[in-house]
T-cell receptor, first 113, second 114 residues
Framework: DQQVKQNSPSLSVQEGRISILNCDYT??????FLWYKKYPAEGPTFLISISSIKDKNEDGRFTVFLNKSAKHLSLHIVPSQPGDSAVYFC????????????FGSGTQLTVLP | DSGVTQTPKHLITATGQRVTLRCSPR?????VYWYQQSLDQGLQFLIQ???????AKGNILERFSAQQFPDLHSELNLSSLELGDSALYFCASSVGATMNTEAFFGQGTRLTVV
C-alpha cells in the first residue's frame, strides 16, 4: 500500500515557466513533508520541507503548498531553469521516535531550454 | 559531495550469493539509514542504526541484515540473493536520531542480481 503517491512519472516544462509537481498521501498521521531532488548517479538531496501546521513554505524559487483536507501537497518552481531537471521525490513522516521517511516514486522533471 | 560514502558503486552478482554494502557516514553523524529503491519505486526504508544500536526497522527482509560498527560505519548484508533484490541501495546519515532535513544521502550502490 503506497502511502505517498506521485502519480506523474514525468513532467516537461519550458525554461522560465512554472513547474508544478504533485504528491498525494493517505496516512493522516503524517505531519511533516519534504521534497528531495535527485540527479543521475547522485543520492537524493533535501530541497524544502513543510510542517502540517503550515499550508505554505517558500525558499527562493521553490514553494511547497500543503492541503491537509485533500491530503495533497505540491511543489512549485518559478521560474524553472534547465538545471532543475532532475527526479523529485516527495516524502512524509509521522510522529514517532525515529520519524523515518516514506517516499513517493518520484517525478522526472525536464526543463527545456 | 554529501560527505556520505558508499562502496561499491556497482555490484553484479549471481542468484543465491551474498554481498555486503558499506556506508561511511558524514563525520560526526551518529545515525545511519538504509533505503532500497527498486525500478520505478520510491525509496523504501529498510533499517536505521543510531550510535551502534538498531533504532528502527522498516520493510527489511529476513535475508538482509545490517550493523553499525564502533567507528560508526555501517554494513548491509544481503544473502540468498534473488533477481528481485536488484535495486539501488542508499545510505543516509544524520547527527540526531530522527530522519529530518539534516539527513544526507550517499550516491548509492547499484546491485544487479543475474
Amino acid at each position: 500500500d503506497q502511502q505517498v503517491k506521485q502519480n506523474s512519472p514525468s513532467l516537461s516544462v519550458q525554461e522560465g515557466r512554472i513547474s508544478i509537481l504533485n504528491c498525494d498521501y493517505t496516512n493522516s498521521m503524517f505531519d511533516y513533508f519534504l521534497w528531495y531532488k535527485k540527479y543521475p548517479a547522485e543520492g537524493p538531496t533535501f530541497l524544502i520541507s513543510i510542517s502540517s501546521i503550515k499550508d505554505k513554505n517558500e525558499d527562493g524559487r521553490f514553494t511547497v503548498f500543503l492541503n491537509k483536507s485533500a491530503k495533497h501537497l505540491s511543489l512549485h518552481i518559478v521560474p524553472s531553469q534547465p538545471g532543475d531537471s532532475a527526479v523529485y521525490f516527495c516524502a512524509a513522516s509521522a510522529p514517532g521516535s525515529a520519524r523515518q521517511l516514506t517516499f513517493g516514486s518520484g517525478t522526472q522533471l525536464t526543463v527545456l531550454p | 559531495d554529501s560527505g556520505v560514502t558508499q562502496t561499491p558503486k556497482h555490484l553484479i552478482t549471481a542468484t543465491g550469493q551474498r554481498v555486503t554494502l558499506r556506508c561511511s557516514p558524514r563525520s560526526g553523524d551518529l545515525s545511519v539509514y538504509w533505503y532500497q529503491q527498486s525500478l520505478d519505486q520510491g525509496l523504501q526504508f529498510l533499517i536505521q542504526y543510531y550510535n551502534g544500536e538498531e533504532r528502527a526497522k522498516g520493510n527489511i527482509l529476513e535475508r538482509f541484515s545490517a550493523q553499525q560498527f564502533p567507528d560508526l560505519h555501517s554494513e548491509l548484508n544481503l544473502s540468498s540473493l534473488e533477481l528481485g533484490d536488484s535495486a539501488l541501495y542508499f545510505c543516509a546519515s544524520s547527527v540526531g536520531a530522527t530522519m529530518n532535513t539534516e539527513a544526507f544521502f550517499g550516491q548509492g550502490t547499484r546491485l544487479t542480481v543475474v
